[in-house]
C-alpha cells in the first residue's frame, strides 16, 4: 500500500545535472509519487513522519544488469579461470535447476538488494515466468529480460526461448501498478547469430520492448568474434540491426574508438560491472572514456556467481575507485557523477528515466533511507564521499517502492526474509550437491 | 576483563600453510587465550557460551598500516589529485590540530575498526602520546610508531620528533596486559634523509623495536629519489641499513625485481593498500609477484583521508578482487590466501605472529565473531569466498581482543561510542572548518 509520509528536514541526494548533490530538506510521498521536495506545505497532512536529523535519503539504486536467480549458485564456484567457473560449475549446476528453483534464487536477491538500498533492477533469467513473479512478489521494480540464445532464424532452441519470452510479456506485461516491465535478452555475440538476432529484432520491435544483452565482455569473445566475423561485438551488432532498438549492452570491458562512437550515435546504454570484471579476471572497462564519448553509464551487479554480492553500495565504490587507480588519475570519476550512474544512470537505460532515477516531484517515490548513526560515517562531512566511499550496505534502514514501505527500520513488511532464505538454500544445496 | 568462554560447535576459520580453512569445531577462551580448537573437554566450566550454529568466528583482523587519527579528515578531501589533496587539504588541517584532538580521531578509529572485525592495528600518528593512550583505552591490540621525518643527524625537527616517540615508548610500553607495542617510523625516503636515518635506526637498535615506513608509494617518489640518488626507495632504504631492523614496509605499488629481492633476502613485510592506491590514482600493487618472491605480505587500509573507510573485510575483498583484474588471473589470489594476509600476514610484519594471527591453542585469544543470518550470506556454501567477497562489516558481532568482550552482540562493552563520536565530530568540525 501507498503510504502517506514525510521525510521532514532530511539530507537528499538530489538531480543536479550529471551529478548529484546534497541539500537538506522536507519530502512528501504520496499516492506512490514524490509529492513536494523543500518545504512541507502546511496542509500536507501525512500518515507517518521520519524524522531526518540523522538519516540521508537517496534515489533507490538501480541495478543494471543482474541475474537474479544465480543467488543459488553464490560463492559455488571462486578463483577459477573463466572457463572451468561456466562449462565445471555454473553450468552444470543450471542443469540441475528445476522449474520453480529460480524463484527462491531470485527472491533471495531481492531481500539481498533491498536490504542494501536498491529499488529496480534489470534481471536477465534463464526460467520465466517465474522470475517475473519474484520480481512482483518482492514489491520491487524491475525489468525482466528472459535470455536468448539460438543459431538460426528457425533453430528450435531458440524458438522456444523466445516463445516463453513473449508468452510472459503478454501475461506480466505492466504488472505491479507499471513495477514490471519487459526486455527481450539476447545473450551476446557469442551464443546468437546473425538469423536469430534478426529474429530477436523482428520481434522486439513488434512487441515494442528494449534490448538487454552481454557484449565484449572478455578478450576471447573479441577473439572469437574477430576471427569468424571481423568484427568488434559493437560492429557486430550494429550491423545485425540491434541498436535500432533501445538498447543496454552489459560489461563493455572491450572497446575500440569506433564501438564508442557507434554506442553514442545510437544512444545504447552500457551497464557496468566493475567487480564481475575483476573476479572473472576480464579486466576494467573504458568507463571514464566511455562518458567523454557522451555514452549513458548505468551500473549493475551481475549474478551473484561472479560477484558474490548484489550490493549496489559496494559496487559504487568498486567503480569510483577503480578507474582513479587504472587511469592513474583522481579526477576520472567523482562521487557525485558515481552516484549519478548508479541512479539515473541505470533509470535512462531502462528507459525509466520519466519514473526514477532521481528524487523531484511527480516521479515515482522509490527511495533508499539511510541511517547515518554509524562510526564509519563520522565525521559527518562530505556525505557524497561517505556514499560512495565509505558506505557498507547495512546502513540502509528504510526502502520505498512506487511509494510503498517494503523496508522499515531494518524489517522487511512484506517479504518472508527466513522462509525465502531456507528455500534458497534447499534449492542451492540440491543443485549445487550439497 | 578476560572471560571464560565457549564457542559451541561454530564454523571457524583455522590456519592451513599460507591459507586458510573452516572448520566446525568448540573453541575455548580463558585467562585471555585460546585454551582449545576441537572439542571442549568435559571439565571446561565457562562463564558464558556463544551457540555457533549461525556463527563464524576468525582471528581478529589485522590493519598492517593505518593513521588512526586521520578519521578527523574523513571525506574533507575527495576526488583530488595527490598534491592538491596533501597540500591544500590535509597538511592545513593538520596544522590546525591541537593536542588532544588526535586522540578522538584514534578512538573513533577503534570503534569503526571493532565494528568491522579488526582487533589489531598498526598506527603512524603525528601526536605522542595521545596515539598511544587511544589504543590502551580502547581495549585494541596496537603497534604506535610516530612518524618521524628529518633532514640530518641532527636536525632539530627531526629530533624532537624522535624524543617524542623514544619518551613515548618509555612510558607506555608493554601496557595493556602486553596490547601496546611500538615501532620507529621513518616516514619516507623523501621525508627522512640519510643521515637522519642513521639517528632513527641507531635509536631504534637501542630500543629494541622495529621499523614502520612508507616505500614506493607513488611514480612521483620513484621520479624524485632516482634523480637525486640513481636508487630505488628499496635500494634506498637498504643502503641506508634501514633493514638490518624488522621492518613493515607500507604500499610498494612500484617495485622492480630487485626491490623485491631485496625485501625477500632481509625479511621486510609490505603492508599493501589497495584502497588508498587506487583512491590516490597512484595504481595497484604487484602483490602476487611479491608472494612468489616470498615476501610476507600484510593488508591494511591506511588512513581514513585516503581510502575512506577503516574496514578491513572491504579491504579483504579489494585485495582479493583487484589482483585478479589487473593481472587478468583469477587464480592470482584466492580466498583463502587473501585472508591469510588480512590476520596472519599482519601478525608476522608486526612480529606478533607466536601470539595472534590464527586462532592456536596457546595464542591470545584476538577472535572476530560473525553473524551468519544475513541474506547476502546465503545460501550458506562456501564461507571463506563469503567472507572474502560477500561481507560488508556488518556481520561482525562480537569481537575479542586478549581474551576480552569489547564488542558483544553489536554493543561495545567498554568504549562510549557515542561520546567518541560526539567529540571527533566537533573537532573534525574545528580542524576542517567546520
Same mark, same amino acid.
Given at each position: 500500500?501507498?503510504?502517506?509520509?514525510?521525510?521532514?528536514?532530511?539530507?537528499?541526494?538530489?538531480?543536479?545535472?550529471?551529478?548529484?548533490?546534497?541539500?537538506?530538506?522536507?519530502?512528501?510521498?504520496?499516492?506512490? /509519487?514524490?509529492?513536494?521536495?523543500?518545504?512541507?506545505?502546511?496542509?500536507? @497532512?501525512?500518515?507517518?513522519?521520519?524524522? $531526518?536529523?540523522?538519516?540521508?535519503?537517496?534515489?533507490?539504486?538501480?541495478?543494471?544488469?543482474?541475474?537474479?536467480?544465480?543467488?543459488?549458485?553464490?560463492?559455488?564456484?571462486?578463483?577459477?579461470?573463466?572457463?572451468?567457473?561456466?562449462?565445471?560449475?555454473?553450468?552444470?549446476?543450471?542443469?540441475?535447476?528445476?522449474? $520453480?528453483?529460480?524463484?527462491?534464487?531470485?527472491? !533471495? +536477491?531481492?531481500?539481498?538488494?533491498?536490504?542494501?538500498?536498491?529499488?529496480?533492477?534489470?534481471?536477465?533469467?534463464?526460467?520465466?515466468?517465474?522470475?517475473?513473479?519474484?520480481?512482483?512478489?518482492?514489491?520491487?521494480? @524491475?525489468?525482466? &529480460?528472459?535470455?536468448?540464445?539460438?543459431?538460426?532464424?528457425?533453430?528450435?532452441?531458440?524458438?522456444?526461448?523466445?516463445?516463453?519470452?513473449?508468452?510472459?510479456?503478454?501475461?506480466?506485461? $505492466?504488472?505491479?501498478?507499471?513495477?514490471?516491465?519487459?526486455?527481450?535478452?539476447?545473450?551476446?555475440?557469442?551464443?546468437?547469430?546473425?538469423?536469430?538476432?534478426?529474429?530477436?529484432?523482428?520481434?522486439?520491435?513488434?512487441?515494442?520492448? #528494449?534490448?538487454?544483452?552481454?557484449?565484449?565482455?572478455?578478450?576471447?569473445?573479441?577473439? $572469437?568474434?574477430?576471427?569468424?566475423?571481423?568484427?568488434?561485438?559493437?560492429?557486430?551488432?550494429?550491423?545485425?540491426?540491434?541498436?535500432?532498438?533501445?538498447?543496454?549492452?552489459?560489461?563493455?570491458?572491450?572497446?575500440?574508438?569506433?564501438?564508442?562512437?557507434?554506442?553514442?550515435?545510437?544512444?545504447?546504454?552500457?551497464?557496468? =560491472?566493475?567487480?564481475? =570484471?575483476?573476479?572473472?579476471?576480464?579486466?576494467? @572497462?573504458?568507463?571514464?572514456?566511455?562518458?567523454?564519448? &557522451?555514452? =549513458?553509464?548505468?551500473?549493475?551487479?551481475?549474478?551473484?556467481?561472479?560477484?558474490?554480492?548484489?550490493?549496489?553500495?559496494?559496487?559504487?565504490?568498486?567503480?569510483? !575507485?577503480?578507474?582513479?587507480?587504472?587511469?592513474?588519475?583522481?579526477?576520472?570519476?567523482?562521487? *557525485?557523477?558515481?552516484?549519478?550512474?548508479?541512479?539515473?544512470? #541505470?533509470?535512462? *537505460?531502462?528507459?525509466?528515466?520519466?519514473?526514477?532515477?532521481?528524487?523531484?516531484?511527480?516521479?515515482?517515490?522509490?527511495?533508499?533511507?539511510? =541511517?547515518?548513526?554509524?562510526?564509519?560515517?563520522?565525521?559527518?562531512?562530505?556525505?557524497?564521499? +561517505?556514499?560512495?566511499?565509505?558506505?557498507?550496505?547495512?546502513?540502509?534502514?528504510?526502502?520505498?517502492?512506487? /511509494?510503498?514501505?517494503?523496508?522499515?527500520?531494518?524489517?522487511?513488511?512484506?517479504?518472508?526474509?527466513?522462509?525465502?532464505?531456507?528455500?534458497?538454500?534447499?534449492?542451492?544445496?540440491?543443485?549445487?550437491? #550439497?
Amino acid at each position: 500500500m501507498a503510504v502517506k509520509l514525510l521525510l521532514k528536514e532530511i539530507r537528499a541526494v538530489l538531480p543536479d545535472g550529471d551529478g548529484v548533490q546534497l541539500s537538506r530538506c522536507d519530502i512528501g510521498v504520496e499516492g506512490g /509519487g514524490v509529492a513536494f521536495v523543500g518545504q512541507a506545505p502546511p496542509e500536507f @497532512a501525512p500518515d507517518k513522519v521520519i524524522d $531526518g536529523s540523522k538519516r540521508l535519503v537517496m534515489p533507490g539504486l538501480i541495478n543494471a544488469h543482474t541475474h537474479a536467480y544465480m543467488t543459488l549458485f553464490r560463492n559455488r564456484a571462486d578463483d577459477l579461470p573463466f572457463r572451468a567457473w561456466l562449462f565445471d560449475r555454473i553450468l552444470p549446476m543450471e542443469d540441475r535447476l528445476r522449474p $520453480g528453483d529460480s524463484y527462491w534464487g531470485a527472491m !533471495l +536477491a531481492c531481500c539481498e538488494m533491498l536490504r542494501s538500498g536498491t529499488t529496480c533492477y534489470n534481471d536477465m533469467p534463464i526460467f520465466s515466468p517465474e522470475n517475473a513473479r519474484a520480481a512482483l512478489d518482492s514489491g520491487m521494480r @524491475a525489468v525482466i &529480460g528472459r535470455g536468448l540464445v539460438g543459431e538460426g532464424y528457425d533453430d528450435p532452441g531458440g524458438l522456444r526461448r523466445l516463445g516463453e519470452a513473449e508468452a510472459e510479456i503478454a501475461e506480466y506485461r $505492466g504488472c505491479g501498478e507499471g513495477r514490471l516491465r519487459f526486455m527481450l535478452a539476447p545473450h551476446a555475440p557469442y551464443t546468437c547469430a546473425p538469423a536469430y538476432l534478426r529474429r530477436v529484432i523482428e520481434t522486439a520491435r513488434r512487441l515494442g520492448v #528494449g534490448i538487454h544483452t552481454h557484449l565484449g565482455e572478455s578478450r576471447g569473445e573479441i577473439a $572469437g568474434l574477430k576471427e569468424q566475423y571481423q568484427q568488434t561485438p559493437f560492429e557486430y551488432m550494429e550491423a545485425a540491426g540491434l541498436f535500432a532498438l533501445p538498447t543496454v549492452a552489459a560489461h563493455c570491458v572491450y572497446m575500440t574508438e569506433n564501438d564508442m562512437a557507434i554506442a553514442a550515435r545510437h544512444g545504447v546504454s552500457v551497464a557496468t =560491472n566493475p567487480v564481475s =570484471n575483476l573476479k572473472l579476471a576480464n579486466g576494467v @572497462a573504458p568507463v571514464p572514456k566511455m562518458l567523454k564519448a &557522451g555514452i =549513458n553509464v548505468a551500473l549493475g551487479t551481475d549474478g551473484a556467481a561472479s560477484n558474490n554480492s548484489l550490493n549496489m553500495l559496494r559496487e559504487l565504490g568498486y567503480l569510483c !575507485l577503480l578507474h582513479k587507480g587504472w587511469n592513474e588519475d583522481p579526477e576520472s570519476l567523482p562521487a *557525485a557523477r558515481g552516484i549519478f550512474i548508479a541512479t539515473m544512470g #541505470g533509470a535512462k *537505460a531502462l528507459g525509466l528515466a520519466d519514473q526514477v532515477g532521481s528524487i523531484e516531484p511527480g516521479k515515482r517515490a522509490d527511495l533508499t533511507i539511510l =541511517n547515518l548513526e554509524q562510526s564509519h560515517w563520522y565525521p559527518h562531512s562530505d556525505l557524497l564521499g +561517505a556514499l560512495c566511499y565509505g558506505a557498507q550496505g547495512g546502513e540502509v534502514e528504510t526502502v520505498l517502492v512506487n /511509494g510503498e514501505i517494503l523496508l522499515e527500520n531494518g524489517s522487511f513488511t512484506k517479504l518472508d526474509e527466513e522462509r525465502v532464505r531456507y528455500e534458497a538454500q534447499r534449492v542451492s544445496d540440491r543443485v549445487c550437491g #550439497g
